[in-house]
């Protein structure tokens, strides 16, 4: 998968105002700690994360990625009436239908012949969207697109709580499967692409590579089950070890078929931007893919896993607090639940 004409025009995040520590989590499950005899102090131990942000209470994504779109639309400096997409591509949505992606269009204010439309697939969801709006760019059909998408995860932490508080039957084996829902945290992040003929930057979206291991399906499962819980906050099921390895190793798989496609090698990677999930994914990642570990830029410490907008969020950061110069490569590693992986490349240029 190559480009010769797509261009990252800007990228953009917007951050919650609410701080939760872990800290603060396992203040609430103390209950659960002392009649399971578990460490307080584990959860920040095992991932890594000391803290996560949440939106306030009622926020809808959509909300959020009206500003983060209209951000990313106004640094791109492309003009409104060029846009023919926009995408939203988190995990959470406003509801089933219509698409966020309307009414989030309506916000920005895009034209009408845009393609609008959500694109959902766990944490690649804006990756894919990248995918989507870049092979429009490449064939003619569209000259500039924004990806957006916003995660609020405060009801998945929060609903997780209150369900093992509720738990009689927990055991320390039978809490593991929850314990990946106390890692999540909120954000958006919105994207914008463009035809290299509009493109001030000349950032070149070069090209990428994906692979799936559906076999591995099951390894991480969420939705919202009202019958089960009593309301409607979504719940998730992990298998942290299981997804861990599986991840890991098709990450290895996609890594190597994107070198080959971009004609990159490992030391011709100048900074790294991953899926941020926990401290031992990031350490066992690069360490299969033979990378440097100075080259990523972490952020999951202080955000928790984002989802879908992990990714592009440690991206739109690192751009701004340390520019690249000009001819650098920088790798962008997605991989999600299901399982799935997006691997771009993107080689930055001189600006205009």
Not at 304 to 319: C, D, K, V
Request: hydrophobic share 40%; net charge negative; proline share 4%.
């Amino acid at each position: 998968m190559r480009y010769e004409n797509v261009c990252v025009e800007a990228v953009v995040h917007q951050l919650p105002p609410n701080v939760v520590t872990s800290e603060d989590i396992e203040r609430q499950l103390a209950p659960v700690y002392d009649g399971l005899n578990l460490p307080f102090g584990r959860l920040e131990l095992m991932t890594g994360i000391q803290e996560r942000r949440f939106f306030d209470r009622g926020t809808l994504p959509g909300q959020i990625s009206v500003k983060a779109a209209n951000a990313a639309v106004e640094a791109s400096g492309v003009p409104r009436a060029a846009f023919g997409a926009l995408i939203h591509g988190s995990v959470c949505r406003d509801q089933m239908e219509p698409a966020t992606a309307a009414g989030v269009h309506a916000g920005v204010g895009l034209p009408d012949d845009s393609l609008v439309m959500d694109v959902s697939n766990a944490c690649l969801g804006l990756l894919n969207g990248m995918l989507v709006v870049a092979d429009l760019i490449e064939l003619g059909r569209i000259r500039a697109g924004v990806i957006v998408g916003t995660e609020t995860g405060r009801g998945l932490v929060e609903g997780t709580i209150d369900s093992l508080l509720k738990d009689k039957s927990l055991t320390r084996k039978s809490i593991k499967s929850a314990f990946a829902s106390l890692t999540i945290g909120s954000g958006s992040a919105a994207i914008v692409l463009c035809h290299s003929s509009l493109s001030r930057t000349r950032h070149n979206l070069v090209g990428g590579a994906f692979l799936s291991d559906t076999s591995q399906h099951a390894l991480c499962a969420g939705g919202v089950e009202t019958d089960v819980h009593g309301d409607s906050r979504p719940r998730m099921e992990t298998d942290s070890e299981g997804l861990l390895r599986a991840g890991i190793a098709l990450a290895e798989r996609t890594w190597e078929k994107m070198k080959t496609e971009v004609s990159w090698s490992n030391e011709d990677v100048d900074r790294i931007f991953t899926h941020q999930v926990g401290k031992q994914h990031r350490t066992m990642l690069l360490e299969k893919l033979k990378l440097d570990p100075h080259l990523d830029f972490p952020t999951v410490e202080r955000f928790g896993n984002t989802g879908a907008a992990a990714l592009p969020m440690a991206l739109a950061m690192g751009l701004e607090q340390n520019p690249p110069p000009a001819g650098a490569r920088l790798a962008l590693l997605g991989i999600g639940s299901g399982l799935n992986s997006v691997m771009l490349g993107i080689t930055c240029g001189t600006g205009r």
